[in-house]
């Protein structure tokens, strides 16, 4: 098919339809799936509900046996005009109430009538209740163990009941029972995401989070079970009513419920006995929040599927584009032949210009370099220089005065002073070319030695000198003997520079090891110029004074051993330079 951008549009829109029906198609599946998984998430926190209220229940369980074997209850029965007592058994019970937590613990004659109770001080107390019409009083009453779950009649709570017989001489005379209230559960409930409804046989709510879905029956109550609620009081007859409730089941332990009428609510119920009893608790989770969830995934997948959509089309455009770029490319393929023709001969001159630039740029490097080495030579020579001019005229002056000795000393340091001007000029031009010179394991003390014996020249004409104890020990480091000292002697002489204001010069030198401390006492350095001290043609001495090569040709030196150069300010005050260099081996061998 041969595509166009109409075509193309059409296909999309059509697409996109068909997704959006798919859509609305899979929804009520989708939000099935999510209430299923909601009823699974119910599992965990109903069956710890459900195992919490059980344990509860049984706990109480064995304590009205328990109480009944007291022979005060049997002697009140016996007695019941005792005040003494009746006071006595009352406040026991009271205590025992108090000990297991227990709303009311009640004693009943055979008659069903209440003659002691814990509640005895309370304004609503059960003191002369009859309960015979009780299911748990007559259960009892024939020796069995009982409990029972209705709404108070004297309180208007509802409680749960645990009743067993007193015994005299293996002849039931009464009966005890223990209430304890539920109402702690409802409250914890009623914090849950869930609401919890606990219901018993007849599918009558005895407990709940929700207040006013108490006393409801859950399915319709027959004309017998209304009647036996009526003769036993066990719920409150004037407020039964239905529960308006409709269940859909979606799993086979679980149902979608709706409460009310008219539209209600919804929820997601799953269900699970308590204990061995005849309850059931109920988890009902709303179904708002699934189906937030299900729509969201609905938008998800809707989005994704557009984005598709969207590729698809961009795709499908760019082939159309594609088509009408290769007409287009045909019909100019033969002016662009003809216009690489026309630019052929301007391309020739072109690349001719180009080689002759690149040769101008070459020429001019070589001229900046050269440059750099003249500019670091006549800085290096300058200070050798003054010294040979310093020995030539004590020379001539020991020669006046008839002291050739003198002389004769005075003219061999100018000759080493000349080998020294060598050796730099050899040290410099090899240094613009990347020196080769050997590297190798020399003493630092030698070097310092010979450093420190180049500058005394300058030391003597300025009054200054040198704080310096070599070690006690031969120090072996790596690198190059004469280069190494010109290392120091730059840092002494801008030792020296940095305290030309001031009568006493004092430059300390400090070994610790492989690091060499140069210290002056001078104005030390700011923080903005830190970072361009090592570079080259940086001074900050006066015009004249230095070209500013001195501490960047000292930096390259240290570093081509394998060290460090760096400048800090002291503690006290000046400039302090570190050199710290590679330790070696010690051997013999000459000074390098």
Avoid: C
């Amino acid at each position: 098919m041969n595509l166009t951008r109409p075509i193309v549009f059409k296909l999309i829109l059509a697409l996109a339809a068909l997704s959006g029906g798919a859509a609305l198609a899979a929804y009520p599946m989708l939000e099935r799936f999510y209430m299923r998984q909601q009823a699974v998430q119910n599992d965990v926190p109903l069956k710890l509900a459900s195992e919490g209220l059980a344990a509860a229940l049984d706990r109480y369980a064995p304590l009205p046996a328990l109480i009944a074997e007291r022979p005060e209850l049997a002697q009140l029965l016996r007695t019941p005009d005792n005040a003494q007592l009746r006071a006595r058994v009352n406040e026991a019970l009271r205590q025992t109430a108090l000990t297991t937590r227990a709303v009311d613990i009640m004693l009943m004659d055979v008659t069903g009538r209440t003659r002691a109770a814990a509640s005895y001080q309370a304004p609503r107390n059960s003191l002369g209740q009859n309960f015979s019409y009780q299911t748990f009083f007559a259960q009892a009453l024939d020796g069995l163990v009982s409990s029972f779950s209705f709404y108070g009649t004297t309180t208007g709570e509802n409680g749960y009941f645990y009743a067993a017989p007193v015994e005299d001489e293996n002849r039931i005379v009464g009966v005890i029972a223990l209430k304890f209230d539920i109402a702690a559960f409802e409250s914890v409930w009623r914090g849950a995401d869930s609401d919890v409804i606990v219901a018993d046989q007849n599918a009558f709510v005895l407990m709940s989070s929700r207040p006013d879905w108490h006393f409801r029956a859950l399915r319709p109550l027959s004309d017998e079970t209304m009647s036996l609620i009526a003769r036993n009081l066990e719920y409150p007859i004037d407020r039964i009513d239905l529960l308006p409730i409709s269940a859909t089941q979606i799993a086979p332990d679980a149902q979608l419920v709706q409460i009310g009428r008219g539209p209600g609510e919804a929820f997601v119920r799953t269900s699970q006995r308590v204990g061995q009893r005849t309850l059931t608790i109920s988890f009902l989770s709303p179904t708002g929040p699934v189906r937030v969830t299900a729509l969201a995934t609905l938008v998800m997948v809707g989005l994704t599927v557009m984005l598709l959509l969207g590729a698809l089309m961009a795709y499908l455009l760019k082939q159309v584009r594609q088509a009408d770029a290769l007409a287009a490319e045909r019909e100019a393929k033969h002016a662009l032949e003809a216009a690489v023709a026309a630019r052929t001969a301007d391309l020739s001159t072109a690349l001719a210009d180009l080689r002759h630039t690149q040769t101008a740029l070459i020429q001019a490097e070589k001229l900046s370099a050269l440059g750099q080495m003249s500019a670091a030579l006549s800085h290096e020579l300058n200070q050798p220089l003054a010294v040979v001019k310093s020995y030539a005229v004590n020379a001539g002056k020991f020669l006046d005065r008839n002291k050739p000795d003198e002389a004769r000393d005075n003219i061999q340091r100018i000759s080493r002073m000349v080998d020294r001007m060598a050796s730099i000029s050899r040290h410099l031009r090899n240094f613009a070319r990347s020196p080769k010179q050997a590297t190798g394991p020399l003493m630092l003390n030698a070097v310092l030695h010979d450093a420190i014996a180049v500058m005394e020249v300058r030391l003597k004409a300025e009054n200054a000198h040198v704080a310096y104890t070599p070690p006690a020990d031969d120090i072996w480091v790596l690198g190059g003997h004469v280069r190494l000292q010109q290392v120091f002697v730059n840092l002494i002489n801008n030792a020296l520079d940095a305290m030309q204001d001031q009568r006493q010069k004092s430059v300390r030198i400090d070994v610790a090891g492989t690091v060499v401390t140069v210290a002056d006492t001078g104005p030390g350095l700011s923080e903005e110029l830190a970072d361009k001290i090592f570079d080259p043609f940086f001074t900050t001495k006066t015009p004249g004074n230095g070209l500013g090569l001195g501490l960047s040709i000292s930096y390259n030196i240290v570093t081509g051993f394998g060290g460090t150069l760096a400048a800090v300010n002291g503690p006290g005050g000046g400039l302090e330079m570190r050199v710290s260099l590679r330790p070696a081996p010690p051997v013999e061998a000459a000074a390098q």
